[in-house]
Each structure stands twice: as structure tokens, then as C-alpha cells.
């Protein structure tokens, strides 16, 4: 009943939005009388910010329409080059012939966001490599008719993806998904897939959530598995495209993600106010540039976030050594002729050092010369892979690292 009183509630407050839009523009506008009242722009601010509190956030766009190769400024084309039911392989077609560049697939996580929060991660990388990100489908858009979709599926998509790019792909997986790529790479090893990545470099994810739990980490423990399937888990409503399914709902992974920092984001939202009655439009477009991205999620299928939860988060089978991918056992010691990379930000709040540095000590027959750690100084979770330590510091090493593969 959650999803469905939460889809009323944006209804029932849909006509006051339209409302105090209308006022906004009335009480703003040069011409009109009632901007000449005392407090009108404030007035008018309050009513701007709560239709962006309000309002609904759509997938965003990439919007990377350019690059620059050898210092020239060449179009980007974005393609779907496999479609599958709960996500997308999507491609990054520069208008410039460079076969020397290395194949990267980044791959998303699929924890709330869309993939297009990885914007500044796909940017730096354009340049220099052939870009490609898995591009996750919104679960309740995904018909029931689809079938269900759990971790063991994650782990058969980004199979399926490597292998239809081929030989010497180097796969960058960001945050959640480190535990499926790993998985995944484990067993094109052991069964010697020609596909097998030539390089894997794993970015601030829990392949240990054991090592200095952060508060989601402490969450998923404090809680039996029955907790979250009886609190966090809902069928969608109609008429969504996938009415019925169940899934853990997005509002409630993002309102667990802005109660981590409400004081930050009361503040930006107390600065959006004064900015906008100010009529300080850079400020106003920073901000909304930033909250278009944060505030626009998706729902997860509730047999991939539970299998999530109990599997990575709970039982920690990965790092235990008693991951079974379909009953099989995964062997990360089978990974012999991939390169790895692990990367951590040295204040990361959701995947704390020593979680992703984890997977050195599972992939041992990797050669030491062909294997590195990184770990950033100052750099929360996102300034892992956007920003400028992600700009400046963290991606020349990781262009360097996929090079000498």
C-alpha cells in the first residue's frame, strides 16, 4: 500500500504545484503589479522551491555530445547496441576512427540512481577509450510478463554484455556491482571464456562488507532478512507498465540516501531559496544541475535488492569464499590473465576503505605486476568517480593501469 499512497500523495499535491507556479511567475514578473509587493520575491522563491521539492524527476540524459580526441573536438553519437529486458548496452560512437583505443565497459550499479550519475566517469574516459555503460531499466517499467530478476541474472547480463563485446575488453565496475563483475569475471576465468576482461578495475564497492561497516552496512545487519521484505519491499501500482511487480521502491532508497546528509541538503535547499529570490540564476542552475541527477530514481527488482542484501550485505559470501553463481561456486583465485585495479576514496561513508581493496586478497593468482591499489586522499563516495579527484587524480591512473594491461 506504500507505492500506492505515495503515488496519491503526488497526485493530490500535483494542483498546487500547478498553482504556485502560476503565482511564482505572476509575483516575478516585471510587468506584473504584484511584483511590486513587499516580500513578493520571497514569496515567489518559496513557491519555486517547492515545486522542485515536489515535482517529479525524470531518467536524465547523458548529454555528452562531444569529445576531444588528439586535441580536436569530435560529435559523440549514443547507441543501444543490446537490448534486454532490464537494461540496456549502451555505446558512446565518437565520429573519429581510433582502433588503438581500449574497449571499456563501465558497468553501473543498479542501487537507485541511474546510469547517467556516472556522467563525469563516461567523460573523462571518452577521450581516450571506446566507451560503453550498462543503462539499468527502471523495474517498474519492466512488464511482469519479463520474469523475475535476482543477483544470479545481474551476474548473466554482464556475461552476456562482455562477451557480445569480445576479446580484450577492460570493464570498470562502480560502486554495488564490484560483487557481480567480480563473479563474473571469476567464471569466464575458470571456464578460460575468450571474452574474459583483460582488465578490471573495481571502484568503491563492497566486496568486504565486513571491513569498517558504514551505516548502510550496519543497517543491512541489524535487521533479520524478513524485515526488509515486509517493510521495503511493495508491488508497483498501475498503471505502470510493470503493475504487480515487486520491487524496493526508489523514493524510499532516496530517502534513505538524503537522511544520511538532511543537514547538507536542508542547507542547499535554504541556499536555493535565497539564490532564486536573489535572482543569483548561476547558483539556481548549479544547484538544479546537481538535484535533477540526485533527486531522479528507480525502483529495484525485490528479488535482486533481497538477494543483495542477504548474500552481500548479511552473509558476506563473497568474501567468506561461499558465493555460489546458480549453484556453482565462484573462484576469484581462477582470475590468472586479468589485470586488477581497486580504487577507494579515503572517506567514503557508503563503502568504507578496505571493502573493495578486499578483492587483492581474493584474486591471488594475479601477478603482482599486474595488479594495483588505489586510494584517494579526501575523496568521499562520489568524488570516486566524478569531481575533481576523479577528474585530476583518480582516472589518469586508471587510463594508465588499462594501457599497460
Keep these: 500500500m506504500m507505492y500506492f499512497a505515495h503515488e496519491i500523495g503526488r497526485a493530490a499535491l500535483k494542483p498546487m504545484r500547478i498553482l504556485t507556479s502560476a503565482q511564482s511567475t505572476l509575483l516575478r514578473h516585471p510587468k506584473s503589479p504584484l511584483s511590486r509587493i513587499p516580500g513578493a520575491r520571497s514569496i515567489a522563491s518559496a513557491y519555486s522551491v517547492f515545486g522542485d ?6 531518467k536524465p540524459a547523458f548529454n555528452l555530445n562531444t569529445t576531444i580526441c588528439d586535441g580536436e573536438q569530435v560529435d559523440v553519437h549514443e547507441a543501444i547496441i543490446k537490448r534486454k529486458p532490464f537494461a540496456q548496452l549502451k555505446h558512446f560512437q565518437r565520429d573519429v576512427t581510433r582502433p588503438e583505443d581500449p574497449k571499456l565497459l563501465i558497468v553501473a550499479p543498479l542501487s537507485g540512481h541511474y546510469a547517467s550519475l556516472l556522467r563525469g566517469t563516461v567523460e573523462a574516459m571518452l577521450p581516450d577509450h571506446d566507451v560503453y555503460i550498462t543503462d539499468w531499466r527502471n523495474a517498474c517499467q519492466v512488464p511482469l510478463s519479463e520474469g523475475d530478476f535476482g543477483l544470479d541474472d545481474y551476474i548473466d547480463y554482464v556475461m552476456d554484455f562482455i562477451d557480445h563485446l569480445g576479446p580484450d575488453t577492460h570493464v570498470l565496475a562502480v560502486c554495488q556491482p564490484v560483487v557481480a563483475v567480480l563473479a563474473a569475471t571469476s567464471i569466464m ?32 545487519t541489524k535487521h533479520k ?3 526488509f521484505r515486509r517493510n521495503l519491499v511493495h508491488p508497483v501500482p498501475a498503471p505502470y507498465p510493470g503493475a504487480f511487480r515487486k520491487v524496493y521502491p526508489g523514493f524510499l532508497q532516496l530517502t534513505g540516501f538524503v537522511n544520511m546528509n538532511l543537514k547538507r541538503h536542508a542547507a542547499a535547499y535554504r541556499e536555493l531559496f535565497r539564490s532564486i529570490r536573489d535572482n543569483e540564476t548561476e547558483k539556481v542552475s548549479r544547484h538544479r544541475e546537481f538535484y535533477d541527477e540526485y533527486l531522479a530514481v528507480m525502483d529495484l527488482p525485490a528479488t535482486y535488492y533481497l538477494d543483495t542484501i542477504k548474500r552481500v550485505f548479511q552473509e558476506f559470501h563473497l568474501a567468506r569464499g561461499c558465493f555460489r553463481y546458480r549453484g556453482r561456486l565462484v573462484n576469484p583465485a581462477a582470475i590468472r590473465n586479468t589485470a586488477l585495479m581497486t580504487i577507494e576514496g579515503e572517506k567514503d561513508d557508503i563503502s568504507s576503505p578496505g571493502q573493495t581493496r578486499a578483492a587483492q586478497d581474493l584474486c591471488i593468482n594475479v601477478p603482482d605486476s599486474r595488479r594495483i591499489h588505489h586510494l584517494q586522499p579526501g575523496a568521499g563516495h562520489y568524488g570516486v568517480f566524478n569531481g575533481s579527484a576523479w ?15
Design 53 to 58: 521539492l515536489t515535482r517529479r524527476y525524470p
Design 391 to 405: 577528474r585530476n587524480d583518480i582516472s589518469p591512473r586508471l587510463k594508465a593501469f588499462i594501457r599497460a594491461a
Design 225 to 227: 532478512l524478513i524485515w
Design 189 to 220: 576465468a575458470e571456464d578460460n571464456h575468450p571474452a574474459t576482461p583483460r582488465s578490471l578495475a573495481l571502484m568503491s564497492g563492497p566486496i568486504d562488507a565486513r571491513v569498517d561497516p558504514t551505516e548502510p552496512c550496519k543497517l543491512a
